[in-house]
């Protein structure tokens, strides 16, 4: 009976000591739950703003003023009549002028009359014009004006006819001379194209007064 007692109270302590590890086992913390992670969400990718680019304008270009450039004036100093031929079907004069550089015609006026004037491809540098005759031996008041205007770009004198000094000189042929030497002056031109040099003979009251012969430069074998 004894040893049954002590059985009994060694399962006692026992079950107590049972009773007593599992009272001190620490009872699991819970697990809490996990928290949903917010994901991120891709944030929105910013379109370029359009920026209206202004479409540049064409910058006008100034086109440059043109410059007035002046028409050259010829050296009057070497204008002259070398030529006055008369012309029986109008009764009027050609009368043709050395004008080096001319490049048109002009409103001419010679000794206060107006002639009509033109040029000519073949003969450069002459002016050939019809009208009254200027004269001999003296200078030509001349006149001459851009086609167009009213004012003369040149007033003043040029060479007259003839412009070669005459043979003999000064008192021209001495076997006819007289008083009347040098009055009431005749001439008879005769060009010659080919060489473009003249042989005129002149005449006054006395009869022969002088020759002016262009071409001996020339040629000596021209004229009569």
Known sequence: MKRLFVLLAIMFLSSLLVAACTTSTSVPTP?????????????????????????????????????????????????????????????????????PGIDEPYITRLNGNYYNCVLDVNYPDKYFCVGPITGYMKPVAAEFTHPGETTPFFNGYIGGYPFPEPTPIPVGAPD??????????????????????????CYDLCGYYYSVDTCLAVTPTVGP
Request: proline fraction near 15%; aromatic fraction near 10%.
């Open 176 to 201: 006819t001379w007289c008083p009347l030497r040098g009055q009431h002056i005749t001439c008879e031109p005769e060009y010659y194209h080919q060489y473009d040099c003249w042989i005129t003979t």
């Open 31 to 99: 697990t809490s739950a996990p928290t949903d992670t917010a994901t991120p969400r891709p944030s929105a990718t910013l379109q370029p703003t359009l920026t209206d680019t202004p479409t540049p304008l064409p910058t006008a270009t100034l086109s440059p003023t043109p410059s007035w450039t002046p028409k050259p004036t010829p050296d009057f100093s070497q204008v002259r009549v070398i030529a006055q031929d008369y012309r029986v079907a109008t009764s009027d004069y050609l009368i043709i002028l050395a004008f």
